[in-house]
């Protein structure tokens, strides 16, 4: 019906009601889907919205900055135009407004803005954001720290240099003595923030760390929240991940202990960063995979591959289990006794198991490992000819040494199956057979 032209010249109405409920009707037709926030771009309103902007009241602020993010939420090129258009400054001058109401309203903006990509990230931090949005944290009202802290997550996903701009600032202080905070929403931001800043570089990662975060942060695990749990989890994660110094800070402060409980009490993707912390940790070195073994670490992991549906959630189960029992025969048979290589052959063998879940549950890295013959047992009957290479492999180190194991190995039936398979003349797999098979007297054999 034409009604954007009807509106924009309201915006420079004399009554700075009839300013404040136009802006508010522009900004939710554009907060409403793409295409009317398009519409308000081609219309040509940001402009006059812009020059509207510096002399009024704090409602007519408020109304603007809501059509700015409301535009600029959609997509990086609305949010380019609001850029384009000198928005940036006026949402700045806003940051230091008396009203935390407008201070609130600009963060917001600013934030939806940033949020697309580095680009326009970079255009929020060269109009000089991130040192007011960090005065804006240490302000008494929590809606306003809470956005702050939001925008400033938004700021440094993107790239290490953009996280360093918000660490030059001064943020990591003031965000982790918010870790307490009794606001469950602000925790979450905060917690988001810090993830967001340690996840890029051993470097940032050390910072946040030499905040104190530790063990403050084992206590968001157990809140009653639960993107509390998952978003303090997630920042676990992204520490563990850098270094086996820092993974071992972490098992030091009671992290590893701390996160199985969480995995143990949640359900679905909360439990994803827990399961993939423990799968770093792990990775690092045969002692922090066995940190994760003597936590008992082993069965929630299990558990999370029987108990989920999501196959990205079993997928990072399976690779958490395959980095604690790749290391040493010890921590392979850690995981074989907890009989979980059946349920991990099974995932591997379905065909409705995304390709992801497949590559993650081949069991490769335990079996090349593991030397606990019952566990390999029930294993013989099911495996695919790529799997069970290693399985005989594994028997053929095994046999030769020991005289209880050679014996089971004919009453269960082992040595049979053994005799069944078609190997390759010549193949590394014919080797295995004939290895096992040269443990016994010929007539057994036969």
Same mark, same amino acid.
């Not at 949020?115 to 009202?141: F, K, M, T, Y």
């Not at 270094?243 to 009671?254: D, F």
């Not at 492999?393 to 398979?421: C, M, N, W, Y």
């Given at each position: 019906? @034409?009604? +954007?032209? $009807? &509106?924009?010249?309201?915006?420079?109405?004399?009554? *700075?009601?009839?300013?404040? /409920?136009?802006?508010?009707?522009?900004?939710?037709?554009?907060?409403?889907?793409?295409?009317?926030?398009?519409?308000?771009?081609?219309? =040509?309103? &940001?402009?006059?919205?812009?020059?509207?902007?510096?002399?009024?009241?704090?409602?007519? %602020?408020?109304?603007?900055?809501?059509?700015?993010?409301? #535009? @600029? %939420?959609?997509?990086?090129?609305?949010?380019?135009?609001?850029?384009?258009?000198?928005?940036?400054? +006026?949402?700045?001058?806003?940051?230091?407004?008396?009203?935390? @109401?407008?201070?609130?309203?600009?963060?917001?903006?600013?934030?939806?803005?940033?949020?697309?990509?580095?680009?326009?990230?970079?255009?929020?931090?060269?109009? @000089?954001?991130?040192?007011? $949005?960090?005065?804006?944290?240490?302000?008494?009202?929590?809606?306003?720290?809470?956005?702050?802290?939001?925008?400033?997550?938004?700021?440094?996903?993107?790239?290490?240099?953009?996280?360093?701009?918000?660490?030059?600032?001064?943020?990591?202080?003031?965000?982790?003595?918010?870790?307490?905070?009794? =606001?469950?929403?602000?925790?979450?931001?905060?917690?988001?923030?810090?993830?967001?800043?340690?996840?890029?570089?051993?470097?940032?990662?050390?910072?946040?760390?030499?905040?104190?975060?530790?063990? #403050?942060?084992?206590?968001?695990?157990?809140?009653?929240?639960?993107?509390?749990?998952? !978003?303090?989890?997630?920042?676990?994660?992204?520490?563990?991940?850098?270094?086996?110094?820092?993974?071992?800070?972490?098992?030091?402060?009671?992290?590893?202990?701390? #996160?199985?409980?969480?995995?143990?009490?949640?359900?679905?993707?909360?439990?994803?960063?827990?399961?993939?912390?423990?799968?770093?940790?792990?990775?690092?070195?045969? !002692?922090?995979? +066995?940190?994760?073994?003597?936590?008992?670490?082993?069965?929630?992991?299990?558990?999370?591959?029987?108990?989920?549906?999501?196959?990205?959630?079993?997928?990072?189960?399976?690779?958490?289990?395959?980095?604690?029992?790749?290391?040493? *025969?010890?921590?392979?048979?850690?995981?074989?006794?907890?009989?979980?290589?059946? /349920?991990?052959?099974?995932?591997?063998? =379905?065909?409705?198991?995304?390709?992801?879940?497949?590559?993650?549950? /081949?069991?490769?890295?335990?079996?090349?490992?593991?030397?606990?013959?019952?566990?390999?047992?029930?294993?013989?009957? =099911?495996?695919? *000819?790529?799997? +069970?290479?290693?399985?005989?492999?594994?028997?053929?180190?095994?046999?030769?040494?020991?005289?209880?194991?050679?014996?089971?190995?004919?009453? /269960?039936?082992?040595?049979?199956?053994?005799?069944?398979?078609?190997?390759?003349?010549?193949?590394?797999?014919?080797?295995?057979? !004939?290895?096992?098979? !040269?443990?016994? *007297?010929?007539?057994?054999?036969?």
């Amino acid at each position: 019906s @034409g009604v +954007m032209s $009807l &509106l924009r010249p309201l915006l420079l109405d004399v009554v *700075p009601t009839i300013q404040q /409920t136009a802006a508010l009707a522009l900004g939710r037709l554009a907060n409403y889907n793409d295409d009317l926030a398009e519409a308000v771009v081609k219309g =040509d309103i &940001l402009p006059q919205l812009v020059c509207s902007l510096s002399e009024q009241n704090r409602f007519y %602020k408020k109304a603007a900055a809501f059509v700015l993010r409301a #535009v @600029g %939420k959609h997509s990086p090129q609305l949010a380019q135009a609001i850029v384009q258009c000198g928005a940036l400054e +006026m949402l700045v001058i806003y940051l230091e407004d008396f009203d935390p @109401g407008v201070k609130e309203a600009a963060s917001w903006a600013l934030g939806y803005i940033a949020r697309h990509n580095s680009e326009l990230s970079q255009a929020v931090v060269d109009a @000089g954001a991130v040192p007011l $949005l960090v005065l804006c944290i240490q302000e008494p009202e929590i809606a306003l720290k809470r956005i702050a802290a939001s925008t400033l997550s938004d700021i440094s996903k993107h790239s290490p240099e953009l996280a360093q701009t918000v660490v030059d600032a001064g943020a990591i202080a003031h965000l982790a003595q918010m870790i307490l905070n009794p =606001d469950a929403k602000l925790k979450r931001q905060v917690l988001s923030a810090l993830s967001q800043i340690a996840k890029h570089s051993v470097d940032l990662a050390e910072l946040v760390v030499e905040a104190e975060i530790f063990p #403050v942060v084992l206590t968001c695990l157990k809140d009653s929240d639960e993107y509390v749990k998952k !978003n303090g989890a997630t920042l676990i994660r992204e520490i563990a991940k850098h270094t086996p110094e820092l993974s071992q800070l972490i098992v030091n402060a009671g992290g590893v202990a701390a #996160v199985i409980d969480c995995i143990g009490s949640c359900r679905g993707t909360v439990r994803l960063p827990g399961i993939m912390m423990l799968g770093y940790v792990a990775a690092h070195s045969e !002692n922090l995979s +066995m940190a994760v073994i003597v936590s008992k670490g082993i069965p929630p992991l299990c558990t999370c591959l029987v108990e989920e549906h999501e196959d990205h959630i079993k997928a990072a189960a399976a690779w958490a289990l395959g980095q604690v029992g790749r290391h040493t *025969p010890e921590h392979a048979r850690a995981v074989a006794v907890a009989n979980v290589l059946p /349920t991990l052959l099974a995932m591997y063998m =379905d065909i409705r198991s995304s390709e992801d879940l497949q590559m993650k549950a /081949t069991l490769k890295s335990i079996l090349q490992k593991c030397t606990y013959l019952p566990a390999l047992e029930p294993l013989l009957h =099911d495996a695919p *000819p790529n799997i +069970m290479k290693h399985i005989i492999g594994q028997f053929s180190k095994v046999l030769p040494h020991d005289s209880k194991a050679r014996r089971l190995f004919v009453t /269960t039936g082992g040595l049979k199956k053994v005799q069944e398979i078609k190997a390759e003349p010549g193949s590394l797999l014919q080797e295995y057979i !004939n290895t096992i098979n !040269n443990c016994y *007297p010929e007539e057994i054999v036969r």
